[in-house]
Structures are given as C-alpha cells and as structure tokens.
C-alpha cells in the first residue's frame, strides 16, 4: 500500500510491506494516522479558528495599508502647489515716510521741500525665471505617481517573498511532525522488539531512534523560531495601524491567529520566452526591456527637471528689475499759497558684471546635479541588468534541480527505504540505516519543497524587472493599484501547476 501527498510540489511516499513483523505493519498504520491527523487538525480545527491568509491577499492588503503611498502623494501635491504659487510676481513693496523736515522747528509747513511721500516698487525677476521655476516643479511632481507604481511593485515583492518564506516554514513543520509521529513509533517498536528478544535487536536501536526525535524535536524549535521571525516581518506590511487613528482600528489583523495558505501560487513570468531562452541578449538590446521600468522613468523625471535646473540658472545671468513710483504732498507755506504735490517715477536694476563668482559657479551646480541623475539612471540600469542575470541563471539551475530531484533523487530514496526495512525485517539489515533512509526522505523533501519556492520568489523578482507603467494619468491623491501578478495566474491547486511545470522540462 502507498499513500502519496503533495505539498509544494514534494511528493510524501509512504510504503507499507505486508509481511510477518509487526513493525511493518505498525509503520504503515502510523504514516496513514500521522498524515490524517495533522491533515484533519490543519483542515478542520485550525480553519475554523483562524483565518488563512493568501498570497494574493497578502499583497493587495500590504499595498492597500501602505502609509508610504499616502505620504509620497502628499508630496506630490506640494510640489503642485508651488508650482501655481512660483509663476507669480512678488508682492510690491510700499514705503511711508516724512521727507526734508526742518531740523530746528520741526514744523512741516516752514520749508517748501517738507513732504509726506508715499511710494511703491514692484520688483520683476530675472529673464523667464518664473516660467521656467514653474515648469521645473511640475516637471518634479511627474516623477511621484512612477514612484508609488515602483513603490507597489516593490512591496508586491518583499510581502510576496516574505509570504513564500512562511509558506515555507509552515510546510517544513508539517513535514518534521509528521516524521516525528512516525520515530514515536519506531522507538515504540525498537523497545518492543528489544524486550521480547526476537530477531537482532538492540539496545542501540531504541539509542538511535530517540536521538533521532530528539534531533526532530530540535528542528522543530528552529523552523518555529524562523515562523516568529517571518510572521513578525509579514506584520509590518499587513498592519494597518495609524498614529492619527487616535486607537480607533478597523478590521484589524492578527497574524498569530492566522495560517498561511496550503496552496502554493504558480506565478507566471512577464516574459517567460526572454527569461526560458537559452540565448543572452548583450547589454544594448536588454536594456530596452528596463528603460520603461517605474523607477527608471522617475529618474527620466527628475532628470528633465535637473536639465530644466540649468536653463534656470542661466537666467540669473539676466538683470533684476524694479519700478518705482511715489507721491509726496507738501503743506501751503506760512502766508497761506498752496505748493504743488510732488510724483516721482524711477527704473532700478543690478548689473551682473562680476558672474565668475556667483553666477558662473551656480550653473556648474546646476549641470552637476543634473549628471548625478544620470549616473543614478545608469546604476539603477546596471542593477536591473545584473538582477535580471542572476535571477535567470538562478531560475534555470533550480529547474535542473526539479527535473534531478523529481525523475532521480526522489525515487531513488524510496528505493533506499523499501530496500533496508526489507533487510532489517528479514534481519539482514541493521536499525540505524532505516533511521537514515527515513532522515535522507525528510531531507529530500525538504530541500524539494525548497526548490519549488525559491522558484516563486526568483519569479517574483523577474517580474518586478518587467513591471511597466501604466498608461492612464494619475494625479496627486490617485488611488491606483499595481499588482505583480494576475490574480488568473495563482492557481488555486498547486498540483496542477506542478504539472504544467513538468510538461514545460
């Protein structure tokens, strides 16, 4: 008899001899109860306690609960504001004041040149500034709607990883209990045999056994140890918890009280033909593929802006304008004639002579500033080319793994396993190395389900190369969302996926 589960991809066999020892027997008795009752404790009593968190769940609930996305479109629409408020004229500047008033009398009437004045002066900046300040800050506000579709990307990733990651150690745990359950037995077993004397039973057996359990009780100490650390991570990003919310919360989430998915998503690559090919693209055609990246257009943002910063600065080679107009009124003399109000009329402006200290050095700033961008756009493009190498050489040694595992190593273990509980049922064989075989299983398990991960995390990363803007206009307070994968890509049975990934080798 053979009773077969997959998890991630990893197939559990367990094969049960029906032959004259009980310990056969008793072996294939415990791996069908050890996997029915930890199937039926995780299907029946934990889901109708906890809720099961989602891979797609996940990511669009830490996209959603986001505070980065609301405080970059707050930025966003200051940037705006200011670019109302730079094409605009500074305020006029009014002046008030007694004019040529007799020192010794101080009467305002004994000298004709007495007067209250009353002036204006309206300043007017240099060349086109103000056009050119305005259209710099709005070119600036451009960038920030790139930025929160690179930011979701980003989040997509980390949340999708850090899920994969839990999923993970979920499922190990589920693995190393159930080879616990079946050492409890085997020890069970070794005593039984040992005390009635039959066969070649040993005192070391029921040793190798218990340090075994031992060794699985360890490892289940440290995969629950990993969970901690990887449910406390995934609470950063589900939270939705706000300082302004003065305590009030709303559908709040307890990771504690949730498990994660058994389903394992198969997410499908944005260009699967450019990752799969055997052929390497040289630097000048991969490229293409990036330069519409979120990220690599904020940068093509802000480096317009940098570029509009020079023109800017340029101007202050213009002079600075000013008009002036005041009016003074003068008192009658003292035998009684009226004296004629005074209007005075006036341009000023500097005379940017000395440009080698001030004016010439701004604009070298200005230029520099602009090639800081586009060296970050060449790095930023160097780091994508470079992940996208690494992840695809990655990504086409673990299928090389899958196919090893999957039509070699894998059966190759059960062969191992049927061959030495044969020999030591047969007494021809000794107890340690049906305790091995049973390690080397757990192992290979494990290290399958590792693969069949890391695969989704690698495509996880792929995508996130690929992710593109989008088309439609978003303003300052826009609430779009950008998801790494299609919900229609997360199949809901990960054995069917893992067939497809088959016919695909």
């Not at 020192?103 to 009437?109: H, L, Q, R, T």
């Not at 005390?195 to 490892?219: F, H």
């Not at 899958?402 to 273990?413: D, V």
């Not at 978003?474 to 893992?498: A, E, H, P, R, T």
């Amino acid at each position: 008899m053979r009773l077969n589960k997959n998890i991630g991809g990893v197939k559990i066999s367990k094969t049960v001899l029906i032959a004259k020892p009980l310990m056969i027997v008793v072996l294939g008795l415990s791996s069908i109860i050890g996997f029915q009752s930890f199937a039926d404790q995780s299907i029946s009593a934990d889901q109708e306690t906890t809720r099961v968190l989602r891979f797609e769940q996940a990511i669009k609930r830490a996209q959603t609960n986001d505070p980065w996305l609301t405080g970059n479109r707050h930025q966003q629409q200051a940037v705006e504001s200011l670019s109302f408020a730079a094409n605009t004229l500074p305020d006029p500047k009014v002046s008030v004041g007694i004019a040529n008033l007799a020192a010794d009398s101080f009467e305002f009437e004994q000298e004709p040149m007495s007067q209250f004045k009353v002036g204006i002066t309206q300043m007017f900046p240099r060349g086109d500034s103000l056009t050119i300040k305005q259209r710099q800050l709005k070119q600036q506000s451009e960038q920030y709607p790139f930025q929160r579709e690179d930011r979701k990307a980003k989040v997509a990733t980390t949340v999708g990883t850090l899920w994969l990651d839990a999923y993970y150690i979920e499922q190990s745990l589920f693995l190393t209990r159930q080879n616990s359950s079946l050492f409890e037995q085997l020890i069970d077993l070794a005593q039984a045999n040992y005390a009635s004397t039959r066969g070649k039973a040993k005192q070391q057996d029921v040793i190798t056994a218990q340090l075994e359990l031992t060794r699985l009780e360890d490892r289940l100490v440290q995969l629950n140890q990993q969970k901690n650390r990887f449910t406390g991570q995934l609470s950063q990003w589900l939270s939705n918890y706000a300082s302004e919310n003065d305590g009030t919360q709303s559908s709040t989430l307890n990771l504690h009280s949730m498990v994660i998915d058994d389903d394992l998503p198969n997410i499908s690559l944005h260009q699967q033909s450019l990752v799969y090919s055997e052929k390497w693209l040289n630097q000048e055609l991969l490229v293409t593929y990036f330069i519409k990246h979120p990220a690599v257009v904020a940068l093509d943002k802000k480096l317009k802006a940098a570029t509009t910063g020079v023109n800017l600065a340029q101007q202050k080679y213009q002079p600075e304008w000013g008009v002036i107009a005041s009016y003074a009124y003068r008192d009658d003399d003292p035998m009684g004639n009226e004296r004629a109000d005074l209007l005075s009329l006036g341009v000023t402006f500097d005379l940017p002579l000395f440009t080698e200290n001030r004016q010439d050095n701004e604009v070298k700033a200005a230029i520099s500033s602009s090639e800081v961008v586009k060296t970050e756009r060449i790095l930023l493009l160097r780091k994508m080319m470079a992940s996208f190498a690494s992840s695809k050489g990655r990504l086409q040694q673990l299928e090389q793994r899958k196919l090893l595992y999957n039509s070699k190593l894998m059966p190759q273990i059960n062969e191992q396993i049927e061959a030495t509980l044969a020999a030591y049922t047969h007494d021809d064989g000794v107890f340690s190395d049906v305790v091995r075989a049973r390690i080397s299983l757990l192992n290979a398990q494990i290290d399958l389900l590792k693969i069949n991960v890391e695969k989704q995390k690698l495509a996880l990363e792929l995508n996130y190369l690929f992710t593109r803007p989008m088309t439609k206009s978003i303003d300052s307070f826009g609430n779009q969302q950008v998801i790494l994968i299609n919900s229609s890509n997360v199949k809901s049975n990960y054995i069917k996926s893992n067939n497809a990934e088959s016919n695909h080798e």
